[in-house]
T-cell receptor, first 114, second 115 residues
Framework: AQKITQTQPGMFVQEKEAVTLDCTYD???????LFWYKQPSSGEMIFLIY????DQQNATEGRYSLNFQKARKSANLVISASQLGDSAMYFC???????????WGLGTSLAVNP | SAVISQKPSRDICQRGTSLTIQCQVD?????MFWYRQQPGQSLTLIAT?????????ESGFVIDKFPISRPNLTFSTLTVSNMSPEDSSIYLC????????????FGPGTRLTVL
């Protein structure tokens, strides 16, 4: 069965430090995509970063990088130099198969302390 | 990416009434989706909105409760019918772009409270 697991309900980080948010996935499909989204308290869902299962290098987007370990089936999000505006819910998601639907984790609440 | 707008942004409704949520995209898109996010929960897919045909509903969601229209490639509506307090949620529409690696881009959401 396809599944996304986020084991950290809440995380704290000091401003300007780096933080890693964990995500593990399960799928038998050799072709899949992994996504991270940010949801501030306003409720909008903001796309952050994407990693394809065949990508050779870890994805990076500005201060966001995805630590993709295929053998371990993990796709952890690393946020460098945390800012107060990074305080939000973070969701990991996966697509596989042909229907383009996303499977979602339960999310991690990140609080950045000044 | 795409610019997606939703109306209304929030509403407070009485039980037994219905609310229609609009989703407008600034470009033609193939895939449009509707999600529900109950308080403190993750996203749950309600249905895929298909242009020119009936929406494809996920298990647990039915057309009578959540009728969806998609008259063209830039617009869709979701109606929450005969509402109860359990329908209080954030409703989000999203779009998938052609060649977009399955990435979905979301509208700002509609925060619904049912009294």
């Amino acid at each position: 069965a396809q599944k996304i697991t986020q084991t950290q309900p809440g995380m704290f980080v000091q401003e300007k430090e780096a933080v890693t948010l964990d995500c593990t996935y399960d799928t038998s499909d050799p072709s899949y995509g992994l996504f991270w989204y940010k949801q501030p308290s306003s409720g909008e869902m903001i796309f952050l970063i994407y990693q394809g299962s065949y990508d050779q290098q870890n994805a990076t987007e500005g201060r966001y990088s995805l630590n993709f370990q295929k053998a371990r089936k993990s796709a952890n999000l690393v946020i460098s130099a945390s800012q107060l505006g990074d305080s939000a819910m973070y969701f990991c998601a996966m697509s596989s198969g042909n229907n383009r639907k996303l499977i979602w984790g339960l999310g991690t609440s990140l609080a950045v302390n000044p | 990416s795409a610019v997606i707008s939703q109306k209304p942004s929030r509403d407070i409704c009485q039980r037994g009434t219905s609310l229609t949520i609009q989703c407008q995209v600034d470009s033609q898109v193939t895939m449009m989706f509707w999600y529900r996010q109950q308080p403190g929960q993750s996203l749950t897919l309600i249905a895929t909105a298909n242009q020119g045909s009936e929406a494809t509903y996920e298990s647990g969601f039915v057309i009578d409760k959540f009728p969806i229209s998609r008259p063209n490639l830039t617009f869709s509506t979701l109606t929450v019918s005969n509402m109860s307090p359990e329908d209080s949620s954030i409703y989000l529409c999203s779009v998938g772009l052609a060649g977009g690696r399955d990435t979905q881009y979301f509208g700002p959401g509609t925060r619904l409270t049912v009294l």
